[in-house]
């Protein structure tokens, strides 16, 4: 059973500091995605990385994808209270199915 | 439409009556998902539909949940006999195809059971 798990699963901080989430398995996986939830709404994707050492920049938001493809990092500078959400990843296998973290609950305060 | 529909957007239901929970994906998207949520937490994997393949139902709870999808679009997941521990959201994406591919999410149905 493929499984991912996220950590840390609740974070809170202060406006402008850093912070990174993880996601690892002992899986290998054939993509990674990385999805942000606002309550009553569904998850939107922000990022897939495919090839291993793959790093992805979204304005503030750092994305990697490990070397063996079975782990990936979300790392966040000079967070803002708009990043406030929760944070999922996701990995994709040759089959079809995506399976999904458990998410990390993110809460930036002003 | 535009997006994913889901209906109802919230559903209460006594303990042991069953349930049906509809999802309209977007047009032409051959890959189907359904998951539930608990309050805060990940998705759980339920069922996935992709093109005239059979599904993959290994993520099914038990028996008493089942899913359709009829004609390669729109898609009703079952529950029968509710049982409190049913109660969570409901969630519907679709996709064109690969799991590479960006996943749309309906907005959810908010199940509880009482």
């Known amino acids: 059973t493929q499984l991912l798990e996220q950590s840390p699963q609740f974070l809170s901080i202060q406006e402008g500091e850093n912070l990174t989430v993880y996601c690892n398995s002992s899986?290998?996986?054939?993509?990674l995605q990385w999805y942000r939830q606002e309550p009553g709404e569904g998850p939107v994707l922000l990022v897939t990385?495919?090839?291993?050492?793959e790093v992805k920049k979204l304005k503030r938001l750092t994305f990697q994808f490990g070397d063996a493809r079975k782990d990936s990092s979300l790392h966040i500078t000079a967070a803002q209270p708009g990043d406030t959400g929760l944070y999922l990843c996701a990995g994709g296998g040759n089959t079809g199915k995506l399976i999904f973290g458990q998410g990390t609950t993110l809460q930036v305060k002003p | 439409g535009a997006g994913v529909s889901q209906s109802p957007s919230n559903k209460v239901t006594e303990k042991g009556k069953d349930v049906e929970l509809r999802c309209d994906p977007i047009?032409?998207?051959?890959?189907l998902y359904w998951y539930r949520q608990s309050l805060g937490q990940g998705l759980e994997f339920l069922i996935y539909f992709q093109g005239n393949s059979a599904p993959d139902k290994s993520g099914l709870p038990s028996d008493r949940f089942s899913a359709e999808r009829t004609g390669g679009s729109v898609s009703t997941l079952t529950i029968q006999r509710t049982q409190q521990e049913d109660s969570a959201v409901y969630l519907c994406a679709s996709t064109q195809g690969p799991t590479r591919g960006k996943l749309f999410f309906g907005s959810g149905t908010q199940l509880s059971v009482l």
């Open positions: 899986s290998v996986f054939s993509s």
């Open positions: 990385v495919v090839t291993g050492g």
């Open positions: 047009s032409g998207h051959t890959a």
